[in-house]
């Protein structure tokens, strides 16, 4: 009650001083640490703009800059007739001058679902399952852009295979959260408008206010779930009592931002809103997960047990994380609350042989009186946190990064380990623990924010994801893979402490462009060797086409990252085709041991098969290619009749065809 007095003496005392009238002069009128956060913005741009010049001078035929031909380059009114919501005339700019942009745009739900035609090679006959991945299917509605790329409505692609008749049938629906069925509402009201106009948004995001974005529409406005990051396959509940509701595995949509939602695996019909998990029927202590659910689980197939994390929401109490060991069938085993050095959103996680790991990074999520411009509508949320790692080497408010260590077996925080420099880090590739001379040295692969200037630029990316038509050519940052060493006393008493780092290199001396690292999970005690992931083909010989990199993924890699000499040269499928996040599926799944699949060891770690979605910027649609996951040879490509948005993550699941 002491804490709730003093938040709203202190509201009361912001709106007498004038704080809450945006609209005389809101410049001036913002809090000082959001005045100081654009400044920086700006001077981050001014830091880019004369090397973007010099580069677009160089060069004005670059591979991201339009040529007068393609889908993008028709006059608006043919554009009009073929796409479902004509893009702003700013936007359409952007995107004629950088193609790729066209694969943010929305996308609409199959009204059926559609048979690719094949135009090389064949399905793999052992190819059977299948891949469901989630995406942002819209981060515009009309001319309103979305406040972050993460706050995107989420969008379901399924992908079901059938090797042995040489056929896929693909499908896709928005996952119909409730603010997605609120603007569909709000949408039929403001029907017959032009590609001008401005909706208002029926919902909230992290970085997104509703309505037209005044103050008074967003007063204690709570973000909600887009649903939009992942999936989970789950098996099917034994007791379900519906009409062969047990015959269907489990499909969930995630997001770090709230609970897991159900969704039919044939239809994408959503079947359950958001729903923790709780323990299972037969346990004595009846339990649900106090926390969000992180969309990056983990699973220990020696185990059979699903590892994760989750945001504990909690504004008055000190910044905590919760951690949570689940069964097979999604029902909670045990969960554990820990304190964090700061608050912030922890967005990966992985394990090792013993532990669960993950990195702390310094971008700080506003708490108690921080709150009152969110609370009172005047900035959203996402617009209030602040990255404390640093850009200038003398900045002196600066905060540390952590490596969190945590025991498996009972979820209990073994080590905090701070790194001596700020890190930016979205995704982790794997985590590996070797003993030697009664010490642990423990070894996490990650991939990193890197920018020319050190420390990282975290303020920049954060930017670039606001508004991904608006980004610069030559301007965009990428993460590379780097592997962090740290030493454990194995003696009990918790005293661990960093060792070294290094590039993962490819080939050469130098780290390349990459993002959404993919590994086979075999679940035994072998550390991995490979990972799949999202890269930028460097110039190639006479002929390629082009004189400057793409400023977009538009080749996947397999990385060796025991020995970069022997990782794949980066696979391209074309000028102006890009590529969404390679999606492995390892052959120790379609063919796992009769009794127990953490047993399946007869095929080798790089054995199996790459899916990626790529978007033909020329045409605006997409393809879906099969590669050798060893080789990475081309096995497969299809043609799909429309475009699919660049998704984050996806799973397979083997021997489940759910469009026949």
């Not at 928005?174 to 408008?193: D, L, M």
């Not at 529409?217 to 992942?230: D, F, G, K, R």
Request: glycine share 6%; hydrophobic share 35%; net charge negative.
């Amino acid at each position: 009650p002491k804490q709730t007095t003093v938040l709203l003496s202190t509201a009361i005392l912001y709106i007498i001083c004038g704080h809450f009238s945006v609209d005389i002069n809101a410049a001036a009128l913002l809090p000082q640490q959001l005045l100081i956060s654009r400044r920086r913005s700006a001077l981050h741009k001014r830091c880019h703009i004369s090397h973007r010049l010099a580069r677009l001078a160089s060069n004005q035929d670059a591979d991201d800059v339009a040529s007068n031909e393609g889908f993008w380059q028709q006059p608006s009114s043919l554009l009009k007739s073929c796409l479902t919501s004509l893009p702003p005339k700013e936007i359409l700019n952007q995107i004629r001058s950088q193609p790729y942009k066209g694969g943010f745009e929305p996308v609409s739900d199959f009204v059926q679902p559609q048979t690719p035609k094949i135009i090389y090679g064949s399905i793999p006959s052992d190819l059977v399952g299948t891949l469901a991945v989630n995406g942002p299917g819209r981060i515009r509605i009309g001319s309103r852009v979305m406040g972050h790329w993460f706050d995107g409505d989420g969008y379901i692609t399924t992908l079901s295979f059938d090797g042995r008749k040489n056929q896929v049938r693909v499908f896709g629906k928005y996952v119909r959260t409730s603010r997605f069925v609120a603007q569909e509402k709000q949408e039929k009201r403001g029907a017959g408008r032009d590609e001008e106009y401005k909706p208002p948004l029926a919902f909230s995001g992290a970085w997104t206010k509703a309505g037209c974005g005044q103050f008074y529409e967003n007063i204690v406005e709570i973000p909600q779930n887009p649903s939009n990051t992942a999936v989970m396959w789950l098996p099917p509940l034994t007791e379900s009592t519906s009409d062969n509701a047990f015959l269907k595995p489990r499909l969930l949509a995630l997001c770090e931002g709230g609970h897991p939602i159900e969704v039919d695996p044939v239809t994408l019909d959503v079947l359950n809103g958001e729903r923790p998990f709780k323990s299972a029927p037969s346990s004595a202590n009846a339990d649900s997960v106090s926390s969000f659910f992180s969309a990056h689980y983990s699973t220990d197939l020696k185990e059979n047990t699903i590892y994760n994390h989750g945001y504990i929401l909690n504004i008055f109490a000190p910044p905590s994380i919760n951690l949570m060991k689940l069964s097979p069938e999604g029902h909670l085993i045990h969960q554990k609350k820990s304190d964090m050095p700061y608050n912030t959103f922890v967005h990966d996680s992985t394990i090792s042989q013993s532990f669960i790991v993950y990195i702390v990074c310094p971008y700080l999520i506003p708490t108690g009186l921080e709150l009152i411009p969110f609370i009172f509508g005047q900035e959203p949320l996402g617009g209030l946190m602040k990255w404390r790692g640093g850009h200038h080497p003398h900045d002196t408010d600066t905060y540390y990064s952590y490596l969190h260590i945590h025991d498996k077996k009972d979820l209990s925080l073994k080590y905090r380990i701070e790194i001596p420099h700020p890190m930016s880090v979205y995704h982790l590739v794997d985590a590996f623990e070797e003993e030697k001379d009664e010490l642990v040295y423990l070894k996490v692969r990650v991939a990193e924010l890197v920018s020319n200037d050190l420390p990282c630029n975290r303020p920049l990316l954060e930017e670039q994801f606001a508004n991904q038509y608006a980004v610069q050519f030559g301007t965009r940052l990428h993460s590379t893979l780097r592997e962090y060493t740290f030493v454990l006393q194995n003696d009990g008493t918790s005293v661990g402490r960093f060792l070294d780092c290094r590039n993962i290199y490819c080939k050469s001396d130098d780290s390349i462009p990459c993002d959404y690292p993919i590994t086979n999970n075999f679940g035994g005690d072998n550390r991995l060797r490979f990972t799949w992931v999202n890269t930028i083909a460097p110039l190639a010989n006479e002929g390629d086409g082009r004189s400057l990199p793409s400023d977009w993924f538009d080749a996947v890699q397999k990385v060796d990252m025991e020995n970069g000499a022997l990782s794949s040269p980066p696979v391209t499928f074309g000028k102006h085709v890009y590529c969404g996040p390679p999606l492995f599926i390892p052959e120790n799944k379609l063919h796992p041991h009769p009794q127990n699949e953490s047993l399946t060891r007869d095929f080798g770690e790089d054995e199996g098969y790459i899916v990626v979605v790529l978007y033909l910027s020329k045409e605006h649609r997409s393809d879906v290619a099969i590669l050798d996951a060893r080789s990475m040879e081309v096995l497969c490509r299809m043609e799909l009749g429309c475009h699919v948005t660049y998704s984050f993550h996806g799973e397979f699941l083997p021997g489940f065809v759910a469009i026949q």
